[in-house]
């Protein structure tokens, strides 16, 4: 039994899909098939009953997974704080937005600052905005590649390099609605009047009338009032594209975001947005890891040649 077959299992018993949840992992679903099987077989319980139209939990799977959800969770931040924690001088670790992309001046620094010191061991984690935050003024990480927090940002603590200023852009199943590149707010708002924007549950944000509001202040000129706010309460960012690509509502993003690399879900441009998502680098100051400055440098120099 290996940790893989277990996230398998537990997200199969979550979307009761097979095809959803080969696609989330990247895998066939003659795959995945398999490793539920092999699973099965190995704890000798029937985990799933299968028949051409339907896939249900068994008992004993649905006493399984309530037993095992909290355990993989406990265990998956177990092995991320033992990473976080190794104690090998030519780590640097770095971490970023779960939902988002690395930025594309960081990933070619980060193979150039291989490239200088061949040993040095590059590990890069996804974890919530606020956890990154903790973790950068614990000395979890060395440096974040987030998008910029006016709190983060002015904590004289910190130092942030912007390195990606994107529109927005509104993320959409193409099964659920038929729109073009570009998207008016007029023709926004019509698209919150018709369907649920989700939202991650953000400490900023818990009820649906902050959420509206919030949007409402992001996207002038749209009244808060349509938009229909979904708030996710179980569940990361991470899992935002599962969610939209299961037709169950649409998101806002930018364009490096996990929305982008998931063949179902398209992204239109939101006119009249530029700059509405700053992203970049977060670290502290006086950074303890001398490879920090050394990377941010390096980073700076390959956004220079991208504006050339």
Same mark, same amino acid.
């Given at each position: 039994m290996t940790t893989q077959q277990i996230g398998y299992f537990l997200k199969l018993a979550e979307e009761l899909n097979y095809t959803k949840v080969a696609q989330a992992f990247f895998i066939t679903q003659p795959t995945l098939s398999k490793q539920i099987v092999n699973l099965e077989?190995?704890?000798?319980?029937?985990l799933f009953? $299968?028949?051409?139209? +339907?896939? $249900?939990l068994t008992r004993a799977g649905q006493k399984f997974y309530d037993r095992m959800k909290p355990i993989f969770l406990n265990l998956m931040d177990a092995i991320r704080d033992a990473q976080s924690y190794e104690e090998d001088r030519d780590n640097l670790i770095i971490g970023i937005q779960e939902e988002q992309l690395v930025s594309n001046s960081l990933m070619l620094a980060i193979n150039q600052l291989r490239s200088i010191y061949p040993d040095i061991k590059v590990?890069?984690? $996804? +974890?919530?905005?606020?956890?990154?935050?903790?973790?950068? +003024?614990n000395g979890k990480y060395d440096l974040v590649n987030v998008m910029s927090y006016p709190t983060a940002a002015?904590?004289? $603590?910190?130092?942030f390099v912007s390195l990606d200023n994107e529109p927005a852009y509104l993320a959409y199943s193409r099964k659920l609605l038929r729109l073009g590149d570009e998207i008016t707010k007029?023709?926004?708002?019509e698209v919150f009047a018709e369907h649920d924007l989700i939202l991650p549950v953000i400490k900023e944000a818990v009820d649906n009338e902050q959420a509206r509001r919030i949007i409402?202040?992001?996207m002038k000129g749209i009244d808060p009032d349509k938009i229909h706010v979904k708030v996710i309460q179980t569940g990361r960012a991470i899992s935002l594209p599962v969610q939209v690509s299961s037709q169950l509502g649409v998101s806002l993003c930018n364009k490096s975001n996990l929305f982008q690399i998931d063949p179902e879900i398209r992204l239109a441009k939101v006119l009249d947005t530029e700059g509405s998502y700053n992203k970049g680098l977060l670290y502290r100051k006086e950074p303890d890891n001398p490879y920090v400055k050394v990377i941010v440098r390096l980073t700076e120099e390959e956004q220079a040649k991208f504006r050339e």
């Open positions: 077989n190995e704890l000798k319980i029937t009953d $299968r028949d051409h139209n +339907a896939v $249900r590990v890069i984690h $996804r +974890a919530g905005s606020e956890e990154l935050r903790e973790g950068l +003024a002015e904590d004289e $603590r910190f130092q007029q023709e926004l708002t409402g202040i992001q």
